[in-house]
């Protein structure tokens, strides 16, 4: 776990203050190997912990349970937690967000998501120091 955190690590130092986002494949780790990235992630003081890329193939991506687990890692950190793969539907995104996500996926997924469900603006609105999406 040294190593994942130099690495990490090194990339951080290179981003000069750009935000840097984790990607973890949670789909292919255990629980404790989950955790074990996300304390390296923390160490290395990455912005974001990232469920997945949303290509895996044949992959679930986004978890609620994997995102709850990766929040409770980082919250204390101020890390925020991306949800990715597999957030197509209102009751998806709801689930995330409640898990702890701080954002969704795709911008436009999200609006179309926004657009037709004014209960995510209401959880969002809940949980106000999270960002789901840019206000126009």
Do not use: Q
């Not at 955190?5 to 990339?11: D, G, I, L, P, R």
């Not at 000069?16 to 190997?33: F, H, P, Q, R, S």
């Not at 990455?46 to 997945?52: E, G, L, N, R």
């Not at 957030?87 to 967000?97: G, P």
Request: hydrophobic share 40%; glycine share 8%; charged share 35%.
């Amino acid at each position: 776990w040294d190593y994942i955190e130099k690495e990490v690590k090194a990339v951080v130092d290179a981003a000069n203050g750009v935000l840097v986002k984790v990607i973890i494949e949670t789909c292919y780790l255990t629980d404790e190997e989950k955790v074990e990235v996300c304390k390296a992630a923390t160490l290395a003081k990455a912005d974001f912990v990232k469920t997945s890329t949303g290509f895996v193939k044949n992959g679930v991506g986004a978890k609620p349970e994997d995102v709850k687990l990766m929040y409770e890692t980082v919250k204390d950190a101020g890390l925020g937690v991306k949800a990715s793969g597999g957030v197509r539907d209102k009751e998806t995104a709801l689930a995330m967000i409640e898990a702890g996500a701080k954002e969704l996926p795709d911008d436009k997924m999200l609006e179309a998501i926004k657009a037709g469900h004014a209960e995510i603006k209401k959880m969002c609105e809940k949980y106000d120091k999270r960002r789901f999406w840019k206000e126009n």
